[in-house]
């Protein structure tokens, strides 16, 4: 098997493992990553009703001045002030985080701690 097809299938495996744990409701919805090696962007997401509540990228126009290069941990935590302000203004205070298939740290951890620092809690 292709090497590249090979990790892929070990992502995928690892990404439906961490979200058959995890299910956003109204009070408590899912924090969803998503990282790629240019940009970063999250969502929050109400899996019962399917709908997003709140999300912030580093392609927002409104965040894309606070960054200089999207793809690091400095973009991250700006990332996770932004989606932390976004989501006490829509009122929610408490949310489930998805990592997907990316492990905890770098990023992902500096993203976490913003998020804490803005008001979420996990």
């Not at 990790?7 to 924090?31: C, D, F, I, S, Y």
């Not at 929050?44 to 960054?67: F, I, Y």
């Not at 997907?100 to 996990?122: S, T």
Request: aromatic share 4%.
């Amino acid at each position: 098997m292709d090497k590249n097809k090979k990790l892929q299938k070990k992502r995928l495996r690892r990404r439906q493992h961490v979200r058959n744990k995890l299910r956003g409701t109204a009070e408590q919805p899912r924090m969803c990553i998503n990282r790629t090696l240019k940009h970063f962007s999250c969502q929050v997401v109400d899996d019962l009703s399917g709908k997003t509540l709140v999300s912030a990228s580093t392609r927002d126009k409104a965040v894309r001045s606070d960054v200089s290069v999207g793809g690091n941990c400095d973009a991250a935590a700006v990332i996770g002030k932004a989606i932390a302000e976004k989501a006490s203004a829509a009122g929610i205070k408490r949310v489930r985080l998805d990592r997907g298939h990316n492990k905890y740290h770098g990023r992902v951890q500096a993203f976490a701690e913003a998020a804490r620092e803005g008001g979420l809690e996990f």
